[in-house]
């Protein structure tokens, strides 16, 4: 099993997970991150960490999307391990709906 992250990230993007994943299998887009279900240790302390509730473990039904989806988005994205500040407007998007369809972006973002 893996954790992934699952689309109310997109455009909320605290960065919380970041800092608490004892493999730093975390990777960033400009919008929203995804982990690496390879690099996964199934820890689990990154998922209560997430304020937008938007890491789940992939035990949960329906999520095999978002396992293929976080794959894809590893292993184009770099590497993130340290948190940076959140959008300014990152609340106003926690539970919006169709995120993915709407807002998400492919293009990568900083990494360390
Ligand atoms: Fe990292 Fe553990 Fe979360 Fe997997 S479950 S992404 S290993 S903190
Ligand atoms: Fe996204 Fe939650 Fe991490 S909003 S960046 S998965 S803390």
């Known amino acids: 099993m893996t ?12 960065m919380d ?3 608490v994943c004892p493999v730093d299998c975390f990777y960033e887009g400009t919008n929203m991150l995804v982990i690496h279900p390879d690099e996964c240790i199934d820890c689990g302390v990154c998922e209560p960490e997430c304020p937008a509730e938007a890491i ?6 329906g999520l095999e999307q978002w396992v293929a989806f976080n794959t894809e988005y590893a292993e184009k994205w770099p590497n ?7 959008p300014a407007d990152a609340e106003e998007w926690d539970g919006v709906k ?7 972006s492919p293009e990568p973002g900083e990494g360390d």
């Open 3 to 14: 954790y992934v992250v699952t689309d109310n990230c997109i455009r909320c993007k605290y």
């Open 80 to 86: 993130i391990t340290i948190k940076r500040e959140s």
């Open 98 to 104: 169709n995120k993915l369809e709407t807002q998400f």
């Open 56 to 61: 789940k473990a992939d035990t949960e039904p």
């Open 17 to 19: 997970c970041v800092e």
